[in-house]
T-cell receptor, first 117, second 113 residues
Framework: GAGVSQTPSNKVTEKGKYVELRCDPI?????LYWYRQSLGQGPEFLIY????????DSGLPNDRFFAVRPEGSVSTLKIQRTERGDSAVYLC???????????????FGPGTRLTVL | GEDVEQSLFLSVREGDSSVINCTYT??????LYWYKQEPGAGLQLLTY?????DMKQDQRLTVLLNKKDKHLSLRIADTQTGDSAIYFC?????????????FGRGTQLTVWP
């Protein structure tokens, strides 16, 4: 596709349920990032993939959050036992990098708005 | 993130210049970015500057970097109503972590006609 796409655009769920959020990066981009943006805040880093492997998952808030990228393209962010505090916009980005000290633009998707009731 | 600080609101009249300021704490930052976010849209990269530069100009946008004071600014000349949006400052390459960006809370720019 022309840009990063995310599905669904909106997800409403009940406390305690399991959700999956999907990201389709720009074709050929090896790096993929997940961020979370709470109301009135800037995006907060969650996890970064280089290819199929998670190069940095230090931003995941706890073990209820997990992400995969099995074939090095599409990624799924999985949240178990959702809590009201998980409500936020989940942003995905991809880039063509990456090397230490290099610049490569991160292209962001429109996000998935998750609401936990 | 708490280590990237921005003022939250800025209002200007159409045609005036806007200056959005940002301070950061990590002296090892290599790239600093300005992103724009419009309602319902994703983040759009406006411009970036490498840490060994003092200034970068791109059409109506001027970025100034004071590395000693860890201060970054974005000047928008001839501000238009279409420039109304949230502007995020972000830094990259803190410490040994590759790729991740650290964002400020964003500055809401309102342009009055």
């Amino acid at each position: 596709g022309a840009g990063v796409s995310q599905t669904p655009s909106n997800k409403v769920t009940e406390k305690g349920k399991y959700v999956e959020l999907r990201c389709d990066p720009i074709s050929g981009h090896t790096a993929l990032y997940w961020y979370r943006q709470s109301l009135g805040q800037g995006p907060e880093f969650l996890i970064y993939f280089q290819g199929t492997g998670a190069a940095d998952d230090s931003g995941l808030p706890n073990d209820r959050f997990f992400a995969v990228r099995p074939e090095g393209s599409v990624s799924t962010l999985k949240i178990q036992r959702t809590e009201r505090g998980d409500s936020a916009v989940y942003l995905c980005a991809s880039s063509a990098e990456v090397g230490w000290g290099s610049h490569s633009e991160q292209f962001f998707g429109p996000g998935t708005r998750l609401t936990v009731l | 993130g708490e280590d990237v600080e921005q003022s939250l609101f800025l209002s200007v009249r159409e045609g005036d210049s806007s200056v959005i300021n940002c301070t950061y704490t990590d002296s090892s930052s290599t790239y600093l970015y300005w992103y724009k976010q419009e309602p319902g849209a994703g983040l759009q990269l406006l411009t970036y500057i490498f840490s060994n530069m003092d200034m970068k100009q791109d059409q109506r946008l001027t970025v100034l970097l004071n590395k000693k004071d860890k201060h970054l600014s974005l000047r928008i000349a001839d501000t238009q109503t279409g420039d109304s949006a949230i502007y995020f400052c972000a830094e990259k390459n803190r410490g040994s972590t590759l790729g991740r960006l650290y964002f400020g809370r964003g500055t809401q720019l309102t342009v009055w006609p």
